[in-house]
């Protein structure tokens, strides 16, 4: 990684080959990780600036290494996969929170935006660090935890932990 954190203008696009979704949830008493493939996203920068960030994942190939649950994720109930396969975030409001010592940068950010699943759209924010490297990537890790009630998803609390921490690490190059 390279301390530069020049960002050129311009829509940074997704390298969903380079990139991750990660979440974690109390099941039972325990905790359950899980991973999710990030489709397409952008990343909008206007003078050194991000302006904007939009994502979409592939919940439909959700995995949290047990095939059951995995399958009963897939239940009206829950996610209901089989209607609405991805989910979408889109940024509303990003301020910077912290800069690189050596060069003056900012490199974090308070996003908030809103978190699209089975059609139901509620307000989520989170934390974003980034880091370049020498071939001229960005690469972002975001973190946010949100409530999974507000999207309808229902189970007892027992069974499915309320709050879901989510971690994208998720790779962009300049699109040119």
């Not at 020049?6 to 109390?26: C, H, K, M, N, V």
């Not at 399958?71 to 209901?80: A, M």
């Not at 989520?124 to 999207?151: I, Q």
């Amino acid at each position: 990684m390279t301390s530069t954190l020049a960002l050129t203008t311009g829509t940074w696009q997704l390298d969903a080959t380079a990139s991750t979704a990660s979440f974690r949830i109390g099941n039972l008493g325990r905790t359950v990780h899980g991973t999710v493939p990030l489709l397409e996203g952008t990343f909008e920068v206007s003078d050194g600036k991000p302006e904007s960030v939009w994502g979409s994942l592939d919940l439909s190939a959700i995995d949290t290494g047990h095939p059951k649950r995995d399958k009963d994720l897939r239940k009206p109930n829950l996610l209901d996969l089989d209607t609405h396969p991805t989910m979408t975030f889109a940024s509303r409001s990003i301020t910077a929170t912290s800069t690189g010592t050596s060069t003056g940068t900012d490199t974090g950010w308070h996003i908030t935006g809103r978190l699209k699943i089975r059609d139901i759209a509620v307000p989520v924010e989170g934390d974003v660090t980034l880091s370049t490297t020498d071939d001229g990537s960005v690469t972002l890790v975001a973190t946010a935890r949100f409530d999974r009630k507000p999207l309808g998803i229902r189970a007892p609390r027992l069974l499915i932990g309320r709050l879901i921490d989510v971690t994208v690490t998720a790779k962009v190059n300049l699109r040119r």
